[in-house]
């Protein structure tokens, strides 16, 4: 009798992956889920158009395309290509296992970078993604650490 290479046949692995996902996404729509749904419920947010994905359920395409414009230099093009594709300033973007919003709206950025920015966060897995590339500044930092920055 031979012995298997591998204790779990893909049937089982396939099932355990299954069952992992969808463990994740019940916690997330109880934690992350209910926190935004209270953000938008207090602050009367429009619910947000979605990017238009080939992959809805990673966002691959989106990643895809956006190495190769970041590679070709026109990066600023495609993100304004794709929202003038969706026919919005604001939108929600699937990447991987998180949900994106990304804005080009003058009055969501105002808001965010000037009259309320003490509300928002870049978020750790932006800086640290961010920091080898761009250092400390603004674009990792958030606004409680921008008076290591002074001004003059």
Known sequence: MMTPLWPLSLSQILFSFACLLTCYYTYQRLTTGASRRRFIASNGCKPLRKWRHKDPVLGLDFLWASYRAIEEHRALEMMKGQFDLVGVNTAQIRILTDTVVATIEPENLKC?????????????????????????????????????????
């Open 112 to 152: 965010l970078l000037a009259s309320d920015f003490r509300s928002y966060s870049l978020g750790d897995g932006r800086k640290k993604l961010m920091r080898p590339v761009f250092g400390e500044g603004i674009f990792t930092t958030d606004g409680k650490e921008w008076v290591l920055f002074p001004l003059g």
